[in-house]
């Protein structure tokens, strides 16, 4: 067990539905990542943040958006959701990034149809 | 950019086989280089990494070392468990950077 938590574990909805995924990260790690993960682009880095603050963008589509609450967990926001947007979604938090481990949680998968 | 390459797969192999995945990557400077594995239903776990030249990570029997004249991080397991069963990922960081690159996995899978 990571000790990052997401939810839900499955999602399915309809092409122009949004959606909101959800993430805590480990206890202690102040350092949040979004990744995507589908079948042709492989793993995407999408946006970070730490400790509340945007840290680094990947990625991210427009109609995708993010936030860091102050009790650290963090949500994805996807709007007009497209076919193409099904995918896991990944969370990962670490204690000060750059070379720290990531912690992986077991991921969203969105189906949109 | 920066950028990871890796064997895509997928591999079988059979139990007590030798492993290797090869791994090389494209950056400015002294990346850190990782080695992360996702088991079925599964995020992504850190298996080893190395943060300069030379190095040699190791976990559970894999290995890898960072080769900075060949831009590689090549992972090896001498002899593979069905356990071993995963898809497995080469991936790094730059400098300041906090973002992983990763490459696009390999699977394997390890028949008993």
């Known amino acids: 067990d990571s000790g990052v938590t997401q939810t839900p574990k499955h999602l399915i909805t309809a092409t122009g539905q949004r959606v909101t995924l959800r993430c805590s990260p480990r206890s202690g790690d102040l350092s949040v990542y979004w990744y995507q993960q589908s079948l042709d682009q492989g793993l995407q880095f999408l946006i970070q943040?730490?400790?509340?603050?945007?840290?680094a963008k990947g990625n991210i589509l427009e109609r995708f958006s993010a936030q860091q609450f102050p009790d650290l967990h963090s949500e994805l926001n996807l709007s007009s959701l497209e076919l193409g947007d099904s995918a896991l979604y990944f969370c990962?938090?670490?204690?000060?990034?750059?070379?720290?481990?990531?912690?992986f949680g077991n991921g969203t998968r969105l189906t949109v149809t | 950019g920066n950028s990871v390459t890796q064997m895509e797969g997928p591999v079988t192999l059979s139990e007590e086989a030798f492993l290797t995945i090869n791994c090389t990557y494209t950056?400015?400077?002294?990346?850190?280089l990782f080695w992360y594995v996702q088991y079925p239903g599964e995020g992504l776990q850190l298996l080893l990494k190395?943060?300069?030249?030379?190095d040699k990570g190791s976990n559970k029997g894999f290995e890898a070392t960072y080769r900075k004249e060949t831009t590689s991080f090549h992972l090896e397991k001498g002899s593979v468990q069905v356990s071993d069963s995963a898809v497995y990922f080469c991936a790094l960081t730059q400098g300041g950077s906090e973002k992983l690159v990763f490459g696009k996995g390999m699977k394997l899978t390890v028949n008993p």
């Open positions: 950056a400015t400077g002294y990346p850190s």
């Open positions: 190395a943060t300069k030249a030379d």
């Open positions: 990962a938090s670490s204690d000060r990034g750059g070379y720290s481990p990531l912690h």
């Open positions: 943040y730490y400790n509340g603050e945007e840290r």
